[in-house]
């Protein structure tokens, strides 16, 4: 049996502000395809199948016709459990006439696994779905708990406990995968994921994912990356677009699972080629420098960060000029020579204070800000990282 693993789409996600729908559209058609040249037997989507729990409905009919084409129209199974950015009850509203094409998607935690007959087999695809475990989906509270290594030993036990319950039918002569969105300790993310729970405590260790499985299909991460020192194969497919520039360079890509019943799964990455790469300039040569790429339409595909170092600010006219021959152009970062002395670790341990002051005296030509104008920054900024 060949299982397909893929997560975190994000159907509706912007970047900067900047649509890109044609790109979710572009990997759905590459998705379909790699089905069908893998001849894929079930499909399975671990979480944050939108970006919100109130998508555009642009993007919702490109997620129905997806999934239908995705289907094969029946033939094909596709399993969805929701995410934490996903709304479980809206997600899976449509779950009755769904199921009847064969897409099921499960969009609260239950004890029931999923048992799905596969065409050609003589072993069922048995899985074990735990959507996005929060404390309200898992109608119960860790807050009670006082401390943070208590709250994770409750959390892990809990979550050990639903998977024991979820697995516990299951048989060496099936097809046998488990499936969850959750931060599972010492996975490496990115600045694109949103923290599960303030504090980091409400992970799970590795060794608390199932171990009667022959995969755990992970969702949550955007990076694709294997778990270490879990008792079963278990490994996050990440995102099929990079949606930071801190994931620029790394490779976006779904993940086969070739399994037969009582043997050990084999496991590999398909890598996509769709969704524009994220792309960081570093002009240390100044304008002239990014004219020079933009004459030779470097990364003319690709969204671009640029840090440019500069003697002075650069007009608004330099900034609509450059963004107006690349459109894709998003965050223009000039870097000035008082900047340049300070890098690499040292200059992060700038005091953010500091570094409003210093941008201050730029902007205004040498003035100094006030105790208050200083606060109020302060504020924002901790407000903005509050709400991130």
Known sequence: MKLLHTSDWHIGRTIEGR?????????????????EDEKIDAVLM??????????????????????????????????????????????????TL????????????????????????????CIAGLPYPSE??????????NDE????????????????????SFSNKDICVAMSHLFVAGGSSTESERPIEVGGAYTVRANQLPENVHYTALGHLHRPQNIHRSKAPARYAGSPLAFSFSEAGYAKSVTIVDALPGEKADIREVFLQSGRPLVKWKATEGLAQVHTWMDQRLDADAWIELDIHMKDTPSMEDIHRLKKHYPRL????PI???????????????AIDELFKQFYER??????????????????VNEEEGAS
């Open 363 to 380: 902007q205004t030509g040498g003035a100094s800000p006030d105790e208050d104008l200083t606060h109020l920054f302060l504020e924002i």
């Open 136 to 145: 309200s989906r898992l109608k119960e509270s860790f807050t009670e708990i």
């Open 330 to 333: 998003l965050n223009i970062r």
């Open 98 to 125: 769904l199921r009847k094409h064969r897409i099921y998607i499960q969009g609260y935690p239950t004890i029931h696994p999923l048992r799905i007959p596969i065409e050609g087999s003589e072993a069922d695809l």
């Open 46 to 95: 671990a979480g944050d199948v939108f970006d919100s729990v109130n998508p555009p409905a642009k993007g919702e009919e490109l997620f129905y016709e997806s999934m239908a084409r995705l289907s094969d129209h029946g033939k094909r199974p596709v399993v969805i459990i929701a995410g934490n950015h996903d709304h479980p009850e809206r997600l899976a509203a449509a779950r």
């Open 336 to 350: 000035f020579p008082e900047q340049e002395q300070i890098s690499g670790p040292e200059r992060k341990h700038v």
């Open 149 to 168: 290594l208590a709250i994770r030993e409750a959390y892990d036990l809990r979550i050990s406990d639903i998977f024991n319950q979820l697995t516990s």
């Open 19 to 35: 649509d890109r729908h044609d790109e979710h559209e572009a990997f759905f058609n590459e998705l379909i395809e790699i089905a």
